[in-house]
C-alpha cells in the first residue's frame, strides 16, 4: 500500500548549524511531494514542493531533495535557526488527491 | 496565517453528543480537504471536495461522520454519537492546484 515515512523521528541540533531531515516513500505513483512545518497547536505550514520531473529545488533557506531511484526526499534546511524548532513532515500525492503523510521529524534548535 | 479558517478552534464535548465544526476555504480554491490529526501522527486523509461533489471518502470516516460543502464554499464536518476515540484535531485544507494549504485546526476532546 501507499506509505510515507521518516527515518530519524527527532533531530537536534545548534543554531546556525545546516539540517537535513530525510523522508522515504514507496509509492511510485506519486508525482508530487511537499514538506510542511508544524508548530504546536497550529496547522501544517508550506514550506516546499517538488515534481517528481524534478530532482532539486531551491527556495530561501531550504533545499529539498528528490531521489526517485530509491524513493527518498530530503529537506535541506540552512543555517537553521531557533524559530525552525517544529514538527516536520512530508507528504506525497498524485492528480490533485489526497496527501499521504509520514509520521513527522522533531527538530529541536538549540541557541 | 495561509487564509483557511476554521471553527471553532476547540471543542470539548461528552460521549454521545454531536459536534459540527466549519472550514472557510481560501476563496478562490475550489478543492477542498479534511483531516483528523492524533499526537505524534502526521494527519490522515478524511474527504475530498472539487467545488461542491465530495470526490473521496476515506474508510477511517465512519457512519457517523458527514461532510458537506453545500456551494462549493465553506464546508461542515459533522460528528454524531461521539466517542472518545475521536479525539483529535481536525484540519482543513483548500488548494487551487497541487499545493494544499491548511487552517489551524479545530482540536475536538471527548469525555
Known amino acids: 500500500g501507499e506509505s510515507v515515512g521518516l527515518h530519524l523521528p527527532t533531530l537536534s541540533v545548534q543554531e546556525g548549524d545546516n539540517s537535513i531531515i530525510n523522508c522515504a516513500y514507496s509509492n511510485s505513483a506519486s508525482d508530487y511531494f511537499i514538506w510542511y512545518k508544524q508548530e504546536s497547536g497550529k496547522g501544517p505550514q508550506f514550506i516546499i514542493d517538488i515534481r517528481s520531473n524534478m530532482d532539486k529545488r531551491q527556495g530561501q533557506r531550504v533545499t529539498v531533495l528528490l531521489n526517485k531511484t530509491v524513493k527518498h526526499l530530503s529537506l535541506q534546511i540552512a543555517a537553521t535557526q531557533p524559530g525552525d524548532s517544529a514538527v516536520y513532515f512530508c507528504a506525497e500525492t498524485s492528480s490533485y488527491g489526497k496527501l499521504t503523510f509520514g509520521q513527522g521529524t522533531i527538530l529541536t534548535v538549540h541557541p | 496565517d495561509t487564509g483557511v479558517s476554521q471553527d471553532p478552534r476547540h471543542k470539548i464535548t461528552k460521549r454521545g453528543q454531536n459536534v459540527t465544526f466549519r472550514c472557510d476555504p481560501i476563496?478562490?480554491?475550489?478543492?477542498l480537504y479534511w483531516y483528523r490529526q492524533t499526537l505524534g501522527q502526521g494527519p490522515e486523509f478524511l474527504t475530498y471536495f472539487q467545488n461542491e461533489a465530495q470526490l473521496e471518502k476515506s474508510r477511517l470516516l465512519s457512519d457517523r461522520f458527514s461532510a458537506e460543502r453545500p456551494k462549493g464554499s465553506f464546508s461542515t464536518l459533522e460528528i454524531q454519537r461521539t466517542e472518545q476515540g475521536d479525539s483529535a484535531m481536525y484540519l482543513c485544507?483548500?488548494?487551487?492546484?497541487?499545493?494544499?494549504?491548511f487552517g489551524p485546526g479545530t482540536r475536538l476532546l471527548v469525555l
Open positions: 476563496s478562490e480554491h475550489n478543492r
Open positions: 485544507a483548500s488548494s487551487m492546484q497541487e499545493t494544499q494549504y
